[in-house]
Each structure stands twice: as structure tokens, then as C-alpha cells.
């Protein structure tokens, strides 16, 4: 707050701030709230208990699909996390900006169940015309290239998470000077060494951050998933199943849970240590930026 | 602006031999058919204003640019399909350049640590680099723990320490305040000489490359216009480029009205100037350009003896500048002369719009035909 800001105008902001925020967690709050309740969903009395959370690890269906959940964000993360790497590496150095920002957020701009249904048309037909080609050829190898699967649903989260990891980069990378990597290269450092030693250390935040968004946003995702993954057996689409036919289990409030509690500490974490770092620097600037000598 | 410039050569073992090289961006040309030979062991500066193309020939003999057509020798051999790492060059950047993760002994250590040297062999000649530039004392610091003076020797140093043979220096004191310039300027010229390799130094500031250089090239509009060394450049410049961008020259343009071999009688302003045709050919009628340094230029009374080494004017106004004091005068055509003295009083000015005479040695002017 400056010195000519009104007081009350600026408490007002704060209370909208906390109203917005409150607004945003409370869904999340209440299944925290429910997960520790020893009657579950909907009971009149409250008592509180650990037991759900005890018993998440023995339930067969929330593990396997918490399973394939973390295998698909950990493979979508790998892959697509250097593409948008490259693509925002590119985007910088392109001359014409316009047309691969375009490109690159596109998919941004397609609702997910347009662009999940065509991705679903799209494999389905390229399944069959593999399978055709395999006929052709007096072989079943081709058979299973494009069934709904795994590979299915990376190919669609990958669509799905680049232009998100493609933003994230771009913003870290703005800051990057690019004779640095001209030094290092006239230092005697080929292209992937001057990238490596100088350019991403300084991107390095950037890049994490891309990572932890793209995990959460395969966590989350559930449109795209359920159309592509085949099996409704990743861990949004189990709860939400769940929901809709039988009601989620205690188990599932705890699995809930659990999951937001981590993606908030680990959020929370980067954010307060990228403070304490800012803060840390610039006590360290402080304390050297006596006048020197030139 | 000549086009196909001759080649420009040092009386030194050439380190860069640039032949021919042109570099064109789309329809704009940054360097048409540039000439030059570089030296070993020499300070060479390329000189000129702002976006007549020498940076882009200092990167271009660095790798960062690849010529649209010609080529670049370096010690000899063409190296015009070699990166930047792969030529004998380094290059100290204008600013921003250090690597801001790194410790200034770090940053001077990259280069090294890339070659693979063992580190305690790093830290030897990192020592010895920031001794030379002498910032031994922050060997611990990050880059912008740093004043701009400092960053910029920790660039030198991260470059000499390599021990290439050509050093590329990109504007590297224009980030600089005017004082720091200066003792810069004197610092590099030490460190070249110490060094004894190839500096080739980019700039817009005609003082700072009067400073270092061994010899100056002058670059406009993509065309090397004239290569000499620095005493001849700001003495006895051949273009009328060069005469109206080194130094504070008075351009007179004119008319040939006699020429007569070795020198001619050309019309200015009403006056009729004699004036020596080092050897160009003219013809009469053909119109030309006249240069006289503002220094060499006097104020006579209106009332002096005419004759073919000056002209009548009318005083204008005068400009202290300390050291010294520049005086205006109008020619009758609405040319502005400049006489510049080294004066700290204003007793005996003329008044605004007298008339008065300006005065020169015959030697002092130089005829420009191109």
C-alpha cells in the first residue's frame, strides 16, 4: 500500500482476494473434511478418523489407477516438456512470431471433448487402416498400433499439455539474454554445451515448473483421458465413475485427498522457496552493493 | 560510397583476410563486396555510425553470421563453414553477456573448463587473467555484484585467458560512462600490446578508436569507405565520408572552376578557393567537396585581403566547450563554418552578423571528389 491509498480500499482488496481464493479451495476443502470422517459422504454425525487414509493402499482399483495415472503424467511430462522446450527455443529465435504462437496454442482454444473426439475418430480410423495394411501384408503386428491405450492417451495429453509447458517456458525464457549463449559459444562451447551449462540453469525454474504443471494437468485431466486411455481406469476417471454409479467411497474422499495435499505442498513449496530465494538474493546484493571501485 | 572496395592491407603477416564478403537480408545489404586485411598482432578498429555494417563484418570474421557471398580467412585458411567455436577468434560483447549463474572466476574458467583443462591448471591462468585486468579481488563475486567497468574486464579476461589468436571486441566500452570510457580505452590499448594478438574493435566513438587503434577502417551503409591509420584518418581523409564523420570538418561543396593538374580553382560560395588536387582528376564544372578541419579554420576582419584560402561570412554566435570555444560564422550560400580555438575569454567577439573573413593554410584543405 502507497501513502495515498485508501485504507479501507485496500482491505476491500484483500477480503475480494480471500473471497476468491476461498471460493476456489472450498470444494477442495470439503473433501479434505469428508475424508476424515469416520460415517463418510452425507452423514449426520462427524467423527473423526485416519481409517479411510489407511485403507486407500488396499483398495485394488485406486491404486492401479493412481498406477497408470502417474505413469501416464510421468511419460506425457518426459515427452512433452522437451517439446515445448524446443518449440519455445524456436519461438524465440523465429523471425515471424505470429504464426507458431498460433500454432503452438491452438489447442488451448479447442474444447477438450471436440478435440478428444477427434482424436478418438482420428485413431479409430488409423487403427483400422493399420490393421488393413497388416491384412494386406499376411500379418497381425500392425494390429494393435493404434487401439485405444496407453499410447493413445499420451498422444492426446501431450496436445493437450504442450502449449501449457510451451507458456510457462516462454515466460522464464523472456529474461534470458541470448549473447550469453554467443559467448559461450565463442568461448569454445558447441550449441548443446552453451544450452546446457549457460542457458538452462537460467531457465531451470521455468522448466520445473512446465514439469509440475503438466503432471497436475494429466491428474486432473479427464475428458481426454477417458476418451483415449480406453478403460475407464486412471485415477480421475475411476472417481468419477465411481461417482456417477455408486457413490465414491470413503476410500476415494482419502485418495482425493491425499493427492491435493501433495500438489499443494509441493506448489506451496516451490512458491515459498522461490521466495526465500528472492529474498535471499537480494540481501546478498544488498549487502555487496557498496560503492566499488571501477 | 565506393562500391567494390579495395582491398585494405596491413604491412603485418595477415591475420583476417576478408575478400569480397557481402551479407544481405532480403533486399537490405548490411556489407557489399568488403575488402580488408587484418594484421597479426594489430589493433584494428572498425569505425563508423550506427547500423553501417561493422558489427555484422566482426561477427561475420566471428561465425556468428555466415556471408551471403565471399569469404573470411583466418591466419590463412577459409573458415567460412566453421562455427564460432571452431574458429581461433573470441569476442567480448557490448553487455550482458556474462553468465549471471557464475562466479567472476567461473565465467573466466568457462572457456577452459570447455577445452578440458585440469583445474588447478583453470585456476592458474584464471589467476593470471584477472591479474592482468586486475580484478583479483572479486574472484567470488556474481556478475551483478559488479559495476559495469568491472564487468566488462571480466569479459576481457574470460577472452584473453583462451590464448586465441584474435580477440573481436563489439562496442565493448559503449555501455560505459564518458570518464570510464576513457581510462578503458587506454586499458584495452595496454592489454593489446601486452598481449600481442589480433584485436579488431568495433565502435561509434571516433575518440575511443583514435585511442586504441593501430589502424581505423571506416564502414557506412555496408561499404568499407577508407582504411588508414588513425593519424592519416583524421588528418588527411581521402572520402568525403570520412571527412564529415572523423574529426570536425567544414564541408564546402563546390564547383570545379579551372583545374590545372596538380591544383584547381574551385567555386564556393560566391569565393573563388584554390586548392590542391592531390592527384585526383577533375575536369571543369564538375561539382566536388572541400573539407578543412574546424581547428585549422581562423576569423580574420571583413576588411583582410581577399584571396583563394579564404571566405567572407557573417558571425554567427560562439559555443564555449572549455578546452575550447567553437565560432560560427554564415557563408553567404547558408554554409556553416566552424573555427574552433583554444580560448577561455569572450573579450573582441564580433557582434551576431558582422561580417568577417574565415582563414585557412593553403595545406589545410583537402578536395573530395567521391
Known amino acids: ?294 | 560510397m565506393t562500391k567494390g572496395t579495395p582491398d585494405m592491407t596491413s604491412p603485418r603477416p595477415p591475420a583476417v583476410e576478408v575478400r569480397n564478403l557481402s551479407k544481405h537480408y532480403g533486399d537490405f545489404v548490411a556489407l557489399r563486396d568488403v575488402n580488408v586485411t587484418i594484421g597479426a598482432g594489430e589493433y584494428f578498429v572498425l569505425l563508423g555510425p550506427s547500423g553501417g555494417g561493422k558489427t555484422t563484418l566482426l561477427r561475420t570474421i566471428g561465425g556468428f553470421h555466415r556471408p551471403t557471398s565471399g569469404e573470411v580467412l583466418l591466419n590463412g585458411q577459409s573458415v567460412g563453414h566453421l562455427p564460432p567455436d571452431k574458429r581461433p577468434t573470441t569476442m567480448v560483447f557490448q553487455a550482458y553477456a556474462l553468465f549471471p549463474h557464475m562466479t567472476v572466476t567461473q565465467n573466466v574458467g568457462y572457456g577452459l573448463k570447455v577445452a578440458g583443462l585440469r583445474k588447478d591448471k583453470i585456476a592458474e591462468k584464471v589467476d593470471y587473467a584477472l591479474e592482468q585486468v586486475g580484478l583479483s579481488q572479486f574472484t567470488h563475486r556474481k556478475p551483478h555484484e559488479l559495476s559495469g567497468g568491472q564487468q566488462q574486464r571480466v569479459q576481457l579476461a574470460r577472452a584473453i585467458v583462451l590464448d586465441r589468436d584474435i580477440l573481436l571486441l563489439d562496442e565493448p566500452l559503449a555501455a560505459l560512462d564518458a570518464q570510464l570510457r576513457k581510462d578503458m580505452c587506454l586499458e584495452l590499448k595496454h592489454l593489446q600490446e601486452q598481449v600481442g594478438i589480433t584485436f579488431i574493435h568495433v565502435t561509434h566513438n571516433q575518440e575511443e578508436a583514435m585511442t586504441v587503434a593501430d589502424r581505423i577502417a571506416l564502414i557506412a551503409n555496408g561499404n568499407l569507405v577508407e582504411c588508414g591509420n588513425a593519424r592519416d584518418i583524421y588528418r588527411a581523409p581521402d572520402k568525403t565520408f570520412t571527412a564529415s564523420f572523423v574529426g570536425e570538418n567544414n564541408m564546402l561543396s563546390g564547383k570545379i572552376a579551372t583545374a590545372n593538374g596538380t591544383s584547381a580553382i574551385v567555386d564556393v560560395a560566391g569565393a573563388r578557393l584554390s586548392v590542391d588536387t592531390r592527384g585526383l582528376h577533375v575536369q571543369d564544372g564538375q561539382p566536388v567537396n572541400l573539407s578543412i578541419r574546424s581547428e585549422c579554420v581562423a576569423i580574420d576582419h571583413a576588411d583582410a585581403a581577399a584571396d583563394a584560402h579564404s571566405i567572407k561570412g557573417a558571425y554567427t554566435e560562439s559555443v564555449y566547450l572549455g578546452l575550447t570555444t567553437s565560432h560560427l560564422v554564415r557563408l553567404p550560400d547558408g554554409t556553416e563554418m566552424i573555427s574552433r580555438v583554444i580560448s577561455d575569454t569572450d573579450d573582441g567577439l564580433p557582434e551576431a552578423g558582422a561580417p568577417l573573413r574565415v582563414t585557412w593554410k593553403p595545406s589545410d584543405i583537402r578536395l573530395h571528389v567521391e
Open chain 1, 1 to 294: 500500500m502507497n501513502d495515498y491509498d485508501n485504507p479501507l480500499l485496500h482491505k476491500l482488496k484483500w477480503a475480494y482476494l480471500l473471497l476468491v481464493v476461498t471460493t476456489l479451495m472450498t470444494p477442495v476443502l470439503y473433501v479434505m473434511y469428508v475424508s476424515f470422517n469416520a460415517n463418510g459422504f452425507g452423514a449426520n454425525a462427524y467423527v473423526f478418523t485416519l481409517e479411510w487414509y489407511g485403507l486407500i493402499f488396499s483398495d485394488e482399483l485406486l491404486i492401479g489407477a493412481l498406477r497408470w495415472t502417474f505413469m501416464l503424467a510421468v511419460v506425457v511430462t518426459v515427452i512433452a516438456v522437451p517439446m515445448a522446450l524446443l518449440a519455445a527455443k524456436y519461438y524465440k529465435s523465429a523471425n515471424n512470431k505470429l504464426f507458431p504462437v498460433f500454432l503452438l496454442l491452438a489447442p488451448l482454444f479447442v474444447p477438450p471433448d471436440i478435440l478428444g473426439s477427434a482424436l478418438l475418430v482420428f485413431f479409430k480410423n488409423l487403427n483400422l487402416t493399420f490393421v488393413w495394411l497388416g491384412d494386406l501384408l499376411g500379418t497381425t503386428i500392425f494390429d494393435s498400433w493404434f487401439r485405444l491405450s496407453f499410447l493413445t492417451a499420451t498422444i492426446g495429453l501431450i496436445i493437450y499439455t504442450i502449449p501449457y509447458s510451451f507458456v510457462v517456458i516462454l515466460i522464464t525464457m523472456g529474461r534470458y539474454r541470448p549473447e550469453q549463449t554467443e559467448a559461450a559459444r565463442a568461448c569454445g562451447a558447441n550449441g548443446w554445451r552453451a544450452f546446457w551449462d549457460i542457458e538452462f540453469p537460467q531457465i531451470r525454474a521455468g522448466v520445473f515448473s512446465a514439469c509440475s504443471f503438466t503432471v497436475i494437468l494429466v491428474f486432473n485431466e479427464y475428458t481426454r483421458t477417458s476418451l483415449l486411455k480406453g478403460g475407464f481406469d486412471t485415477f480421475t476417471t475411476v472417481l468419477i465413475s465411481q461417482m456417477l454409479n455408486t457413490g465414491m467411497s470413503p476410500q476415494s474422499y482419502a485418495m482425493s485427498a491425499l493427492v491435493s495435499f501433495i500438489a499443494i505442498a509441493v506448489i506451496g513449496s516451490i512458491i515459498l522457496f522461490t521466495m526465500l530465494r528472492a529474498d535471499s538474493l537480494s540481501r546478498t546484493a544488498r549487502a555487496k552493493a557498496e560503492p566499488v571501485m571501477s
